[in-house]
């Protein structure tokens, strides 16, 4: 049950108080009908691929360069040397393609199963980068237990080779404007050149990744605001070539402005365990806040919305630890000491919800910071984003 009492807050009692390059390695079901930007193809035919065992040509419009080469016998190696920083194996999938290991400068790297639903020529079967600059050796060795083995196929290597290009991809922001004010769901999009070509551009927001690396233009994504708390942000780009030059947009500097419904810390809608104590205060929000110094005391919100904010009071003589927790999650432990006086703070915010009803819950720790004097906390309000 609740228990409240009014008298001066804790923020004013204690006013005397509050002035005291490594490898990389994947395989990969992406088709190469080009090589990347940087990237020199070479076909199976060429001299740089000795061939070990009993392979066989085709001849298709569909392989790199008209033909491809392919084996089914155990042990049949295509080995290509090369000098690069990375190199990728062009082959085929299909319902009946087979097995092969893969080793780099003979260390075993790969176990590539070749088979898919559906035949897809030109596949990427095995990609390597950030490798040292010197001559290599990828092996491709036939691997086909059982006794129906299918074929493994070469049809070409891509291999990007050692780079005397230092220029980095210019990049710029073409969207949302410098200085704008943005809500729901916006589009960032941003232009990117290079003198050689441009591989990938990285969106970041506050110096995190926002979504994931887009490999080809138009540069643009989809972005929900209501994921990040209102206030002001960072959007920028990062573009990147194949020599591993990166170039960084100017940064756009947004305010996210989505509607927020203000509920006080009377409002039916908080439910409170243990002993509370109203107090009043022209600086909080609606002039009267709770507060509640002991352990396991809680205050409930029970609200509908993508967002929510908890308001409260940070100083150093109400300077109280809660644990919250939304939907019974995870607990965070929230610190509410503050050097200066903060009246209506956000101490808390949870934003990226589903739509629909949600739980916010906050328990009083009865523990508080050391640079504090007590181990009281605020409820003032909670801003409820839509």
């Not at 033909?67 to 009946?96: D, H, K, N």
Request: charged share 10%; aromatic share 8%; glycine share 8%.
């Amino acid at each position: 049950m609740k228990s409240k009492h009014t008298r001066a807050p804790a923020w004013q009692r204690g006013a005397g108080f509050c002035a005291a390059l490594t490898l990389m390695f994947m395989a990969a079901a992406s088709l190469a009908s080009a090589p990347p930007p940087g990237y020199n193809r070479i076909e199976e035919t060429d001299a740089a691929i000795q061939y070990s065992g009993t392979w066989r040509s085709a001849s298709s419009s569909n392989y790199s360069g008209g033909t491809a080469s392919y084996s089914s016998q155990q042990g049949a190696q295509a080995q290509l040397s090369f000098s690069g920083t990375a190199v990728q194996w062009i082959g085929e999938r299909g319902p009946s393609t087979g097995t092969a290991d893969v080793l780099l400068d003979g260390v075993h790297v790969a176990a590539v199963k070749t088979t898919s639903s559906q035949v897809m020529n030109q596949a990427v079967l095995y990609a390597a980068s950030g490798l040292t600059r010197a001559t290599h050796i990828l092996t491709i060795q036939v691997k086909n237990p059982g006794p129906h083995p299918g074929p493994v196929w070469v049809d070409a290597f891509d291999v990007l080779p050692f780079s005397t290009d230092n220029t980095p991809p210019t990049v710029s922001m073409t969207a949302p404007a410098d200085g704008s004010t943005v809500s729901g769901t916006v589009t960032v999009s941003a232009d990117a050149t290079d003198n050689v070509g441009v591989t990938s551009v990285q969106f970041e927001l506050d110096n995190a990744p926002l979504g994931t690396a887009l490999t080809k233009a138009p540069y643009s994504l989809s972005w929900n605001t209501s994921t990040v708390p209102n206030g002001a942000h960072i959007l920028l780009a990062v573009a990147r070539d194949a020599a591993g030059n990166v170039g960084t947009s100017q940064p756009v500097n947004v305010t996210v402005s989505n509607i927020a419904t203000r509920i006080e810390q009377d409002n039916p809608a908080v439910v409170y365990t243990g002993i509370w104590i109203t107090a009043s205060d022209p600086t909080v929000s609606g002039g009267t806040a709770i507060e509640s110094n002991q352990a396991n005391a809680t205050a409930t919100l029970t609200f509908t919305g993508t967002g929510v904010s908890w308001i409260g009071y940070k100083c150093a003589c109400a300077a109280g630890y809660a644990d919250v927790s939304v939907d019974n999650g995870p607990a965070t432990l929230v610190d509410n000491y503050s050097a200066v006086t903060e009246p209506q703070a956000v101490v808390y915010s949870a934003s990226g919800l589903s739509q629909g009803t949600h739980v916010l819950h906050i328990t009083v720790t009865g523990q508080y910071d050391r640079l504090g004097n007590s181990a009281y906390i605020v409820v003032d309000a909670f801003d409820v984003t839509q």
